[in-house]
T-cell receptor, first 113, second 114 residues
Framework: DQQVKQNSPSLSVQEGRISILNCDYTNSMFDYFLWYKKYPAEGPTFLISISSIKDKNEDGRFTVFLNKSAKHLSLHIVPSQPGDSAVYFCAAREETSGSRLTFGEGTQLTVNP | NAGVTQTPKFRVLKTGQSMTLLCAQDMNHEYMYWYRQDPGMGLRLIHYSVGEGTTAKGEVPDGYNVSRLKKQNFLLGLESAAPSQTSVYFC?????????????FGNGTRLTVT
């Protein structure tokens, strides 16, 4: 049962344009959502998070939007840069589940110069 | 400040062999985790620990054992490796397991079982 899904395995955008990465979830009890970025041969690194009581969180070029009614969140990167090319993972945490952080499948973002 | 260190980086095993993956963190984190990453399946939790001397099963624990004898170390063992355990294994640690407290990951161990 895949509770966190990233339906787009890959996304290609031009440098300077907006990148939008999407994530859907099924568990309405998730309290927090985190985005991670992963370069080849490295571990994932934390990018940005959002609480379920908010609908938007912004950090520089990165903004995460949460639509609880649709059980959908998205990560916007503006403007996109070639160095943003990486795999992006969406993850969700339910406070009552203790330590579990549930990850999506990942989306490979390629930013073309 | 090394963060989370995993050894080895690569390993090839024959079916039935055993091995231990080592994870060390220098951030004094209470929580440690082992994930595996497979194509199209994201990161799946194998086992985790909420403190020294504790371990718990995650999403895909079968075929693996873990130990947390010291706070800074978390070991993942494969007693009898199978081709289905070919994967990239990531260790992670966190200060808390709540809220938006992020996990800090190591750079992974690529394991191939033939």
């Amino acid at each position: 049962d895949q509770q966190v899904k990233q339906n787009s395995p890959s996304l290609s955008v031009q440098e300077g344009r907006i990148s939008i990465l999407n994530c859907d979830y099924t568990n309405s009890m998730f309290d927090y959502f985190l985005w991670y970025k992963k370069y080849p041969a490295e571990g994932p690194t934390f990018l940005i998070s959002i609480s379920s009581i908010k609908d938007k969180n912004e950090d520089g070029r990165f903004t995460v939007f949460l639509n609880k009614s649709a059980k959908h969140l998205s990560l916007h990167i503006v403007p996109s840069q070639p160095g943003d090319s990486a795999v992006y993972f969406c993850a969700a945490r339910e406070e009552t589940s203790g330590s579990r952080l549930t990850f999506g499948e990942g989306t490979q973002l390629t930013v073309n110069p | 400040n090394a963060g989370v260190t995993q050894t080895p980086k690569f390993r090839v095993l024959k079916t039935g062999q055993s091995m231990t993956l080592l994870c060390a963190q220098d951030m004094n984190h209470e929580y440690m985790y082992w994930y595996r990453q497979d194509p199209g399946m994201g990161l799946r939790l194998i086992h985790y620990s909420v403190g020294e001397g504790t371990t718990a099963k995650g999403e895909v624990p079968d075929g693996y054992n873990v130990s947390r004898l010291k706070k800074q170390n978390f070991l993942l063992g494969l007693e009898s490796a199978a081709p289905s355990q070919t994967s990239v294994y990531f260790c992670a640690s966190s200060y808390r397991a709540a809220g938006n407290s992020p996990l800090h990951f190591g750079n992974g161990t690529r394991l191939t079982v033939t």
